[in-house]
Structure formats: structure tokens, C-alpha cells
């Protein structure tokens, strides 16, 4: 079956929707640990482990919420839409590791993480979404 020009469309409108929460959820909370003065200021490295991994932990937890939203506004393949913006994160985060390969912007490891973690956030985000249609249409199997 060919793909139509409003499929594709609406495609593009579940991917750019998944990244901009991405994007918007993870610059917002970065910019309100660096106001409360928990994050160093912005041209400063952040060498702290833990602080590399309080951000880690939220921007994991974005991934999926992001994902979970490619997949929830999907017009099919819910698994490959959340897995498609997974493959956009993961690029975006190899240029971000090539980066801090390159310039001194705290430790490594913290990209290198980004860049593991980009595509299993991204499948538990499509996991979680279609797991919850899933329960919506046993539900209406069984008159729920």
C-alpha cells in the first residue's frame, strides 16, 4: 500500500512533537537548576558525577515521556515511530559525545551514557504506549 502525502504528514507532525517535548522539558529543567544555582553557570563544565546524573536520570525520563507522544500521535507503527525519534536522539547525542570528545565540558562518560540510554528510553516510551492501547481495546472486548 502506497504511503500518502497526509500520512507522512502526520508522521512528521508525531516525530517533531516527540523532540520538541524532549527539547523543551530538558533545556527548561536545565535552565531551573542553573537559576536555583544548583547547575554551575552555563559556561562552566558541570563536573559533578552526581549532577550529570540527576540530569541523565530526567533526560532518560523525557526520552520516554517524548517517545510515548511519537507513538501516541503515530498514524500506525507506533513502535517504529517511538524507535524513529530513538535513532534521531541517538545521532544527536553522538554528535554531543563527539563534542565533549573535543572541547572540555565535563566528564565523558556523561554523552557516552546519553548515547546508551538514547534508543532503550525510546522502545520502553513506544512499549509503554502501545501496551496502554492494548489494554484499551481488551477493554472494549469486554464491554469496559
Do not use: K
Amino acid at each position: 500500500m502506497a504511503t500518502t502525502f497526509p500520512t507522512l504528514l502526520h508522521s512528521a507532525v508525531a516525530l517533531l512533537s516527540g523532540l520538541v517535548l524532549i527539547v523543551a522539558l530538558s533545556i527548561g529543567t536545565d535552565q531551573v537548576f542553573h537559576a536555583l544555582g544548583v547547575y554551575p553557570p552555563w559556561d562552566e563544565p558541570m563536573r559533578d558525577p552526581w549532577l550529570n546524573l540527576l540530569a541523565l536520570s530526567y533526560r532518560c525520563l523525557y526520552g520516554v515521556a517524548g517517545s510515548y507522544v511519537a507513538a501516541a500521535l503515530a498514524p500506525r507503527a507506533l513502535m517504529g515511530h517511538a524507535l524513529a525519534l530513538g535513532a534521531v536522539g541517538f545521532v544527536l547525542s553522538l554528535f554531543g559525545l563527539f563534542a565533549a570528545l573535543q572541547l572540555d565540558l565535563g566528564p565523558v562518560w556523561y554523552p557516552a551514557a546519553l548515547v546508551l540510554s538514547t534508543l532503550p528510553c525510546a522502545w520502553l516510551g513506544g512499549a509503554l504506549r502501545s501496551r496502554r492501547g492494548q489494554h484499551r481495546a481488551r477493554g472494549r472486548e469486554n464491554g469496559v
